[in-house]
């Protein structure tokens, strides 16, 4: 059995332009989209977990501008992932300060779901590429950069 | 240069990942060789023996505890989080370079980074350590107990439970083959299932002991924890003796390793000293241990040889879920080692009593999990599946890790299930002529509908109560860290 990134994410779960300013509002905002295509049945309790592992560990914002908050919840129905983007930068805690442009919101269900963990695992290795961030940096719309993150996670 | 890596983090998803992916680009970029490890979710294979032992430098980038450390004793090192190597990973491995060139283990380059804590993984208080050690112990003992049990449920469901035991298959260390003993085929067939499946369980005290010695001081602490497995074995000390062994042998590996040594016997240490040294006192843990189990196993002994048998009675349940908590058994294990030795002794019309009892934890648990997934976590789950199996085979231990995990809630439910379905198959005047076999041996039942129907009871019996106490926890999200922080895995995301 095979799994394609559509299975866990897609255009719909992508936004160009957040308007959050905060880590929270950041994390609730790419929750909200989650939660409208079913992918999280509560979006509050599953953002309180995010947030907190968020507090706990410092933040997920790296020095190369992305930020990868991430969760495991009941309230996930499938293993997901929505990215946002923000002109302004959010704070998600990166050691110098750099404020994150590029954020993957995690869900996880509880239990086991290798397949999908797989596939969010190769995916966060390619935000390790330039080259991969540049492009999402330049894609002008929700399908380009969903056709972005297909094209480099399927390669 | 040849790097070795191993990189990990508490959800195992993306931060483990990353560093991996950040460390293997920068290393190819400086013209190195790296091969990462992640122990993670997902999960990379290890790394072979031979890369390790031909390269030059490891790199840690951790957030959780590194396992089997122990591999990589005798390189250089840096250790860093996840998050530096993933935002510096060329400046690491630049570090990782200069200890390489700096020289072997014995001045490792001890590179910590000062700025961020460690996260709760690392500063596990000492309980959650020990039932972590335990449940080590116990993943690895549950495939024996399982072929064990199963077999010698088999045994008995094809060749009878009396003259299985009979027949013996090993005579002046030749085999016998079905023509060389006088008995049935089926007889015969029962009794080499009845001699592997023993042997499978034999192996259950000395592979816990050694498996919880492993978790302690890695793999030097196999080998002791092991003897004095088997020596809790030899000496009847059981289950318990076989804790006190691989702790004890776990304690004295890591003793040793805080001896400090230089160069070549630094070297020695792993491959003579700590096996010699670290076995022969670990014997010492029988005298002890086995004073203490024998202690615990006279009262079930006793109350099995009622001959009404029928006792709810809440003052001696209180006693035996002290038992439990004490002795690490719950008093269905208790049953069922009085059981086997009943069976050794041959008088299999004495087995029938109220013997749905030891379906009922396992099996309770099972449906646990399934009616009340976001009460149990992942590795409760799994531990679930199993326990749906062996429950139904009368394998008690199918139990162990719910009780190890949450003695308090998890016994008295196993204890109530277990005493509903007790009284109520001895109510049904239930009999069973085999020691052992669960549902496998249903044929061999008197008054098998009725005996069912109590074991169902039990079970639901067992579930609701579990569920329901269990639900008192989940406010209390501490309780999951009492699971086995690291294969939990999850644990850091609940917080």
Redesign the interface.
């Known amino acids: 059995m095979s799994i394609s990134i559509e299975d866990v994410t897609g255009p719909e779960l992508v936004s160009t332009d957040l308007a959050a300013t905060t880590a929270r509002e950041a994390v609730d905002e790419l929750a909200g989209l989650l939660e409208q295509v079913g992918r999280v049945t509560d979006r509050a309790a599953y953002v309180d977990v995010v947030m907190a592992r968020e507090e706990e560990t410092g933040g997920t914002g790296m020095e190369s501008g992305i930020a990868i908050p991430h969760g495991k919840s009941p309230a996930v129905t499938k293993a997901s992932v929505a990215f946002g983007r923000s002109i302004t930068g959010v704070d998600f805690g990166a050691e110098d300060g750099t404020q994150a442009d590029l954020i993957f919101l995690i869900a996880a269900p509880e239990g086991q779901d290798d397949l999908h963990v797989t596939l969010l695992s190769r995916l966060a290795r390619k935000l390790i590429h330039e080259k991969f961030r540049t492009a999402l940096r330049e894609a002008d719309s929700a399908d380009a950069v969903f056709a972005t993150i297909k094209q480099e996670v399927e390669l | 240069v040849k790097f070795v890596a191993v990189t990990s983090c508490p959800?195992?998803?993306?931060?483990s990942?990353?560093a991996?992916?950040?460390l293997e680009?920068a290393a190819r970029e400086a013209g190195h060789e790296i091969e990462v490890e992640?122990q993670?979710?997902?999960g990379a294979p290890p790394i072979d023996t031979a890369t390790i032992n031909a390269a030059d430098a490891a790199i840690f980038a951790v957030?959780a505890m590194v396992r089997e450390k122990e591999r990589f004793a005798h390189l250089p090192f840096v250790e860093v989080r996840t998050?530096?190597a993933?935002?510096?990973a060329a400046d690491i491995i630049a570090r990782a370079e200069a200890a390489a060139q700096a020289g072997p283990a014995d001045k490792p380059v001890r590179d910590t980074s000062p700025?961020?804590p460690p996260?709760?993984e690392t500063g596990a208080s000492r309980g959650e350590e020990i039932r972590r050690w335990l449940m080590t112990g116990v993943s690895y003992m549950i495939p024996f107990v399982v072929a064990g049990g199963i077999l010698i449920a088999a045994a008995f469901a094809m060749g009878g439970a009396v003259e299985v035991t009979e027949v013996s298959i090993i005579q002046d260390g030749q085999i016998q083959f079905a023509g060389d003993v006088d008995a049935p085929f089926l007889t015969w067939l029962g009794a080499v299932f009845l001699t592997i499946g023993g042997q499978a369980f034999g192996m259950l005290v000395p592979i816990l002991a050694g498996f919880i010695a492993y978790a302690m001081a890695d793999r030097p602490g196999i080998a002791p924890g092991i003897v004095g497995g088997l020596i809790a074995n030899e000496i009847g000390a059981g289950f318990l003796g076989g804790l006190i062994a691989g702790l004890l042998a776990g304690a004295i590996v890591n003793l040793l390793k805080k001896i400090p040594v230089k160069g070549t016997i630094k070297r020695m240490m792993p491959i003579l000293v700590y096996p010699v040294i670290g076995t022969s006192p670990s014997v010492r843990s029988w005298s002890w241990s086995s004073a203490t189990d024998r202690g615990g196993q006279q009262r079930p002994v006793r109350l099995d040889e009622r001959p009404d048998g029928i006792e709810p009675d809440p003052a001696r349940d209180r006693h035996r879920a002290d038992d439990g908590l004490r002795h690490g058994r719950t008093r269905q294990q208790g049953r069922l080692r009085l059981r086997d030795r009943r069976a050794g002794r041959r008088q299999p019309a004495d087995h029938g009593r109220g013997d749905g009892r030891g379906d009922d934890p396992a099996a309770g648990h099972g449906a646990g999990h399934r009616s009340a997934?976001?009460l149990y976590?992942?590795s409760e789950?799994?531990a679930g599946e199993a326990a749906w199996v062996m429950g139904a085979s009368f394998i008690t231990e199918g139990a162990i890790p719910f009780a190890a995990a949450d003695p308090l809630r998890v016994i008295p439910s196993l204890m109530a299930g277990s005493a509903v379905t007790g009284a109520l198959s001895l109510s049904f005047n239930a009999t069973l002529n085999a020691p052992h076999g669960g549902i496998f041996v249903v044929g061999l039942i008197g008054n098998a509908i009725p005996y069912l129907i109590a074991i169902a009871i039990g079970t639901v019996v067992t579930t609701l109560l579990v569920n329901v106490l269990k639900g008192l926890r989940s406010e209390d999200e501490t309780a999951f860290k009492l699971f086995d922080v690291r294969r939990g895995g999850?644990v850091?995301?609940?917080?």
């Open positions: 959800t195992g998803i993306a931060h990942e990353m991996a992916e950040a680009n992640v993670g979710a997902a957030d998050r530096e993933i935002d510096k700025t961020t996260e709760k997934p976001s976590n992942e789950k799994r999850e850091a995301a609940h917080a």
